[in-house]
């Protein structure tokens, strides 16, 4: 034991000797062993976001947060897809975007699970419609104004969401809410200003501006467009029964895939829009 201390005092005294490290820990990096399911938040047509306590000490003192991760059956392609969203969500910094935290690996290093800050009151499509009474209009105005600053920083980035759509927007509290599900988002090359869709088939059209409809071409300004959408869903809040899904069938009548967005390009070439709803103020109209 003296010899060992002496050798440690010596190891002090070398210059040459580094310093032991101090244990690393990845911050960003989770482990699937300390990740513990609460419930599901919400799940979509490829993925599901769970509630999870990251919990390393397994005393239910650790941390809630948001994890997002492939159905199981699902091809190359789409966990292709996470790995862009976490990729795209890691390089965002702002007030108005969820949180990125990190990834969970499972053990082969297969699937990948994006870890996200986790927002108790959920998208403004839960949230709108049990919190009616005590939003007012201009906390609405505010909402939006806040997707705004969001989607203008995404777009100083180039980058285009292509879902822009309440049921993505995440309510931190009464006041705050951030732009979440950047599964669809991708990047464009300055000189392109564009990006194309081959073959999309779980699209939210109601969502689309025509010329995503028709060409299949992605703007900066095609977010502008679904931001309106997005707003005439807020003032709406977010009413099922008035939802653009609704509203847009009672203008084409009962159709299906393909025929779907033909009509829906017919009604918005003809210069039919979402109706402006009671109580909607002049200038938040003109923007929807
Ligand atoms: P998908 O790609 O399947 O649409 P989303 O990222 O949009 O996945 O998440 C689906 C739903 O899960 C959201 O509409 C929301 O209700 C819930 N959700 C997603 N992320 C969070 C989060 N960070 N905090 C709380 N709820 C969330
Ligand atoms: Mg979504």
Redesign the pocket.
């Known amino acids: 034991r003296a010899i060992v201390r002496d050798i440690d005092k010596l190891e002090e005294q070398s210059p040459f000797i580094p310093p032991k490290p101090t244990a690393e820990v990845d911050p960003t990096v989770f482990e699937k062993r300390f990740l513990r399911m609460i419930r599901v938040?919400?799940?979509?047509h490829f993925?599901k976001?769970e509630l999870c306590r990251y919990d390393p000490r397994g005393d239910r003192t650790g941390e809630l947060v948001?994890v997002?991760s492939l159905k199981p059956d699902k091809g190359d392609e789409q966990s292709n897809n996470l790995s862009r969203e976490i990729d795209v969500l890691k390089a965002l910094y702002h007030e108005n975007i969820?949180k990125y935290k990190g990834i969970c690996q499972e053990e082969g290093g297969q699937a990948i699970k994006l870890i996200?800050?986790?927002?108790p009151l959920?998208?403004l499509k839960?949230y709108l419609p049990r919190n009616k009474s005590r939003t007012s209009l201009s906390t609405l105005l505010s909402y939006s104004a806040q997707i705004c600053e969001g989607m203008d920083y995404l777009g100083s980035r180039n980058y285009i969401h292509r879902d822009l759509a309440a049921?993505?927007v995440?309510v931190e509290n009464e006041r705050t809410v951030k732009i979440?599900?950047f599964?669809l988002t991708k990047s464009i090359k300055d000189n392109e200003g564009y990006y194309t869709v081959k073959d999309d088939h779980d699209s939210p059209v109601f969502w689309y501006a025509p010329e995503c409809l028709t060409l299949c071409k992605f703007y900066l300004a095609s977010d502008v467009w679904s931001f309106g959408v997005t707003m005439y869903e807020i003032i709406a809040y977010c009413d099922s029964t008035k939802s653009p899904m609704m509203r847009f069938s009672e203008m084409i009548g009962r159709t299906q895939g393909q025929m779907t967005i033909i009509r829906l390009v017919k009604v918005l070439q003809e210069g039919k829009r979402l109706p402006r709803l009671e109580g909607c103020p002049d200038l938040y109209f003109s923007f929807t």
């Open positions: 938040l919400g799940e979509g993925g976001v948001a997002k969820v996200m800050e986790y927002l959920g998208s839960e049921r993505n995440l979440g599900d599964g």
